[in-house]
C-alpha cells in the first residue's frame, strides 16, 4: 500500500497528472503460460493470472485472430483464469493484455506469440533405439561455482552433506556432452530441474516450486534450451523429468491457494497408504481406494488435485509449453500411479494430440507386470480405462535381472527368473517400449546390488542393453559405482565433475582397473548397440532355460544377434542345434565384445556366471 503522506511533492504532482486511479492497489506476480505459439493443434489456451485482487479487473486486449472466450473467477480474489480462443489466423506476435475496472487500465502484460519450430509437432520420441543416460543434476557436475548458492533460494551448497546440495548444474552436463556422446548414450534423462526452494533436502528436485523456471543453481531457462540444443547437436534427445502427483510445500500456490480443491484433503497434510495395488485390489474399501491417490506422498509434498480443472488444464499446458520450450525428446513422469487416473488420460490425449510420436514413460514401481501393464497404451485390461501412455518403466524386470543373476541356478531360481518376466510381455501394449534399467536414482547402485562382483555386473549390462525394451542407465554405472541403501549416498558425486577432484572418470584420470574396465566394457557395448538393428529394431524370441543357460535373439531383417546367458557357476556347453528354428542354415557367429569367431555346426562352451553376444552370420 502506497503511504500517500510519504510521498515527496514532485510524485503527488506526476499522480496528479496522471488518470485517476483506485484507491485499491492491484499487481501481477504471475501471469502462466508466461508466452506461447502459434500454429499449435489445439486452439484453446488459458491464462493464469495471480496477483493482488485481480479479480476484481477485467483483462482485455485486441489482437487478430485472439479472442477473450471466458473469464472465471474462484473464490480467491487473487487469480483470474482467462480463456483464449486462437484462430488460425493468429500471427506471431507481441501485445498487451490491460486489467482494467471501469475501463480504465490498472495493470498489464505484454503477451507474445511465438512461431514454432519447424518439425516440432512432428518429433520424434525416445525410442528402442536409444540409450538413456540417468544424471542426478546436482551430483554429476559442476560447471559454475557461481550459482552453488542464490540469495533468492533457501538452501544453500553444503558438499560434506550427503543430503545436502552440492553444486551440480546444467552447464556441467553441458560441458560433458562429449563424453555422454562417446559412451554411447543417445538421451539424457535429468532429475527434475525446476525451482525447488524447499529450506532443506532440496537436491533431488522432485519438490517444485515453479513450474516455470529452471532452478537458479541449475542454471536457468536459456541455459536448459542452450543444454538440449547442444545435446541435439550430438544426436542426443533431452528427456525432461516430470512430476504432475505432487508439489513442494513451499510451492508459491501454497501461500495463497487458488481454490481449496487446488490440494487434496483441502490442502492439509494427509499421507498416503502407498499402496499401488490400491488402484485394482477389488476387496478394499472405498476410503482406502481414494487415500493412495489422494493421500500425500510425503508431508513436503502438497498433492495436487488434478481433478480439478483449472489445475489440470494449467499442468497439461506446462507439459506442452516445456517440450516446445525446450524442444524434449520425452518425459518421464514421476508417481504415476499416484496421480488421477481420468487426468492421466486427458494429459496424454493432449499431448498425442500436439506431437503424434512423442515418447513419455510413466514409472509404477511394482514388480508386477500386470499393474505396470495396466497403465500402457494397448494393454488388455479387466476394466475400460485406457491412460494413453506409450511407455512404462520396467520394475518387473529390474527385480527378475537382479534375483535371476544372484539367484541359485535351479529349476525354480536363478536365470529363470528373467526368462518368467519376459514371458510375461503377452500382457503389455507394446513390451519394446518399456524402458528397461538395472538401476537408478533410488536404489542401491546397481553394482552393490550384485554384491560387486564384475562378472555378474556385465552379465547385467549385457542383459539391458539386448533384451526388448529401451535401455537406461544410471550415471555412475559405467564405472561400476557401488553404494548402500541410501539415497544421498547412491547419489553419489561423480568423479571429475568438481574442480580439484583427484580422480577423474571423463578423462579416465586415476580410475582404479575395476572402474576402467567397466567404463570400457560399457563404452564398447552401447556403441556396438547403436548401429545395430536387429537389437534396436528388432524382434525378440527366446528359449526356455536349459541347465541354467538362457538363450535370446533379436533379428530385424537380415540382421540376426544371439544372446547366451550361462548363469552357473561352472562352464557350460550348449549345442546350437537346439535353436535350428532361429539359427537355420547360419553357421557363424561373431563375438561383439572380442570379436572371436564360432562355429555353429560344433558345440559352444560358455564360461561361468557369463554372457556371449553373437552377432549371427
Ligand atoms: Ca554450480
Not at 470 to 488: C, F, L, R, V
Not at 499 to 524: C, H, I, Y
Not at 526 to 543: D, F, P, Q
Amino acid at each position: 500500500m502506497i503511504k500517500f503522506y510519504k510521498l515527496h511533492w514532485c510524485c503527488i504532482l506526476i499522480i496528479l497528472l496522471q488518470p485517476l486511479r483506485s484507491t485499491e492497489n492491484y499487481s501481477i506476480e504471475h501471469l502462466e503460460p508466461p508466452f506461447w505459439w502459434t500454429g499449435m493443434a489445439e486452439n484453446k489456451l488459458q491464462l493464469m493470472v495471480h496477483g493482488k485482487n485481480i479479480s476484481d479487473l477485467e483483462p482485455e486486449f485486441f489482437y487478430p485472430g485472439i479472442e477473450i472466450t471466458q473469464v472465471n473467477r474462484l473464490s480467491n480474489p487473487n487469480y483470474l483464469f482467462i480463456d483464449l480462443f486462437l484462430s488460425e489466423e493468429a500471427m506471431p506476435g507481441e501485445f498487451e493484455i490491460a486489467f482494467n475496472k471501469q475501463g480504465r487500465s490498472q495493470v498489464q502484460y505484454n503477451y507474445r506469440l511465438i512461431d514454432r519450430e519447424s518439425g516440432s509437432a512432428d518429433r520424434q520420441g525416445f525410442s528402442s533405439e536409444d540409450v538413456i543416460y540417468l544424471i542426478t543434476p546436482d551430483r554429476f557436475a559442476n560447471g559454475d561455482l557461481s550459482n552453488d548458492n542464490v540469495s533468492t533460494l533457501k538452501e544453500s551448497s553444503d558438499r560434506s552433506n550427503n543430503h545436502g546440495r552440492h553444486g551440480g548444474d546444467l552447464q556441467g552436463i553441458i560441458d560433458h556432452l562429449d563424453y555422454i556422446e562417446n559412451m554411447g548414450f543417445t538421451q539424457i534423462w535429468l532429475n527434475p530441474v525446476l525451482e525447488n526452494d524447499q529450506h532443506n533436502y532440496s537436491y533431488h528436485g522432485y519438490s517444485t516450486t515453479d513450474y516455470y523456471n529452471i532452478d537458479a543453481r541449475f542454471g536457468n531457462n536459456n541455459l536448459y534450451k542452450i543444454l538440449s540444443k547442444e545435446a541435439k547437436k550430438r544426436g542426443i534427445g533431452l528427456v525432461m523429468d516430470l512430476i504432475l502427483n505432487h508439489i513442494g510445500s513451499e510451492h508459491w500456490w501454497m501461500k495463497d491457494l487458488p481454490a481449496i480443491d487446488w490440494i487434496n484433503n483441502d490442502g492439509k497434510f494427509v499421507r498416503s497408504n502407498h499402496i499401488h495395488e490400491s488402484v485394482h485390489d477389488p476387496h478394499l474399501t472405498e476410503s482406502q481406494r481414494d487415500l493412495f491417490t489422494s493421500g500425500w506422498f510425503v508431508k513436503t509434498m502438497p498433492d495436487l488435485n488434478q481433478n480439478y480443472m483449472f489445475l489440470a488444464n494449467y499442468l497439461i499446458q506446462n507439459s506442452i509449453w516445456w517440450i516446445e520450450y525446450a524442444d524434449l525428446s520425452g518425459f518421464r513422469i514421476d508417481t504415476y500411479p499416484y496421480i488421477d487416473k481420468d487426468f492421466l488420460s486427458i494429459w496424454s490425449k493432449r499431448i498425442a494430440k500436439e506431437y503424434p510420436r512423442f515418447n513419455f514413460v510413466g514409472e509404477e514401481w511394482s514388480n508386477n507386470p500386470t499393474m505396470v501393464a495396466y497403465w500402457q497404451k494397448g494393454s488388455y485390461r479387466y476394466d475400460n480405462y485406457e491412460s494413453y501412455i506409450p511407455s512404462m518403466m520396467d520394475f518387473p524386470f529390474q527385480e527378475a535381472l537382479v534375483n535371476g543373476l544372484l539367484g541359485k541356478e535351479d529349476w525354480n531360481s536363478g536365470i529363470v527368473d528373467i526368462f518368467r518376466v519376459i514371458s510375461n510381455d503377452f500382457q503389455y501394449g507394446d513390451p519394446y517400449n518399456l524402458v528397461v534399467f538395472a538401476g537408478n536414482h533410488d536404489m542401491k547402485r546397481i553394482y552393490s546390488q550384485l554384491n560387486e562382483q564384475m562378472d555378474l555386473y556385465k552379465m547385467a549390462m549385457i542383459i539391458i542393453s539386448t533384451v526388448r525394451g529401451i535401455p537406461q542407465i544410471y550415471y555412475g554405472t559405467e564405472i561400476a559405482m557401488s553404494s548402500i541403501d541410501d539415497h544421498g549416498a547412491l547419489r553419489k558425486d561423480f568423479p571429475g565433475g568438481w574442480p580439484g577432484d583427484k580422480v577423474n572418470a571423463f578423462t579416465g584420470k586415476s580410475l582404479n582397473n575395476k572402474e576402467l574396465e567397466a567404463q570400457d566394457f560399457l563404452r564398447k557395448l552401447l556403441n556396438w548397440r547403436k548401429e545395430n538393428t536387429a537389437v534396436t529394431l528388432g524382434k525378440m524370441i527366446h528359449y526356455p532355460v536349459d541347465n541354467g543357460i538362457y538363450v535370446y535373439f533379436r533379428n530385424y531383417n537380415e540382421s540376426l544377434v544371439m544372446v547366451i546367458i550361462n548363469n552357473n557357476k561352472r562352464s557350460k556347453t550348449i549345442d546350437p542345434d537346439r535353436f535350428y528354428e532361429v539359427l537355420a542354415e547360419k553357421k557363424h557367429g561373431i563375438s561383439i565384445l572380442d570379436d572371436k569367431i564360432y562355429d555353429l555346426t560344433r558345440k559352444i562352451n560358455i564360461p561361468s556366471k557369463s554372457a556371449l553376444i553373437l552377432e549371427i552370420n
